[in-house]
């Protein structure tokens, strides 16, 4: 079945610094790729996607590009704030799966003043 | 604002109890997800309704079991509570799934099973 891998955490890292959230994937088909955060006590906020392959989906200074060729949707920002602090999820829906997502772990990152 | 409205945001019960989670989707989606969020487990899909009907089905136990009414919010219900439910569950809606839309999710209610 379809699955996400993402690099473990937590990523600590200080204000300005460079953040790279590693996520690779598996599927059958040709899924539409996610990256969600998550703030503390909040719920699951989209933060950018890509629907086919060589797309970029970039928002709030983050980008991520979906490379077919070596199944990975990896997420960076070139100067992290400490307002970026929070919980990231990498994730698909394929095409035929009623829109539903699969999930990574996650990867709490903890940027630092 | 996700504009996706769960309810309660905390619930505290007992072993063996049941409970039943609240979920109003965003105005004029017909798509309804559930997704558990556990310490071991991660996030994971549950179940999907679609317009008051069933689409699809996750890692959901028995012991759980979902609807949409016709007014379109829907409920989880979770019986036979065990220690291990303890966790975070959350409602997505979505408009469609054609044309890649994005599931907007709600913040969440947060069991604690004792």
């Known amino acids: 079945g379809d699955s996400v891998t993402q690099m473990e955490g937590p990523v600590t890292l200080s204000e300005e610094a460079f953040l790279t959230i590693n996520c690779t994937y598996t599927a059958t088909g040709y899924p539409s790729l996610f990256w969600y955060v998550q703030y503390p006590g909040e719920g699951l906020q989209l933060l950018l996607k890509?629907?086919?392959?060589?797309d970029k989906g970039s928002n709030k200074g983050f980008e991520a590009t979906y490379r077919k060729e070596t199944t990975s949707f990896h997420l960076e920002k070139g100067s992290v704030q400490v307002s970026d602090s929070a919980v990231y999820f990498c994730a698909l829906s394929d095409r035929n799966s009623w829109g539903k997502l699969q999930f990574g772990a996650g990867t709490q990152v903890v940027v630092t003043p | 604002d996700s504009g996706v409205t769960q309810t309660p945001k905390h619930l505290i019960t007992a072993t063996g109890q049941r409970v039943t989670l609240r979920c109003s989707p965003r105005s004029g989606d017909l798509s309804v997800y559930w997704y558990q969020q556990s310490l071991d487990q991660g996030l994971q899909f549950l179940i999907q309704?679609?317009?008051?009907?069933?689409?699809a089905k996750g890692n959901i136990l028995e012991r759980f079991s979902a609807q949409q009414f016709p007014d379109l919010h829907s409920e989880l219900n979770l019986s036979s509570l065990e220690l291990g439910d303890s966790a975070l569950y959350f409602c997505?809606?979505?408009?469609?799934?054609?044309?890649?839309?994005?599931?907007?999710f709600g913040q969440g209610t947060r069991l604690t099973v004792v």
């Open positions: 997505a809606s979505m408009s469609s799934w054609e044309g890649r839309t994005e599931a907007f």
């Open positions: 309704y679609y317009n008051g009907e069933e689409r």
């Open positions: 890509a629907t086919k392959a060589d």
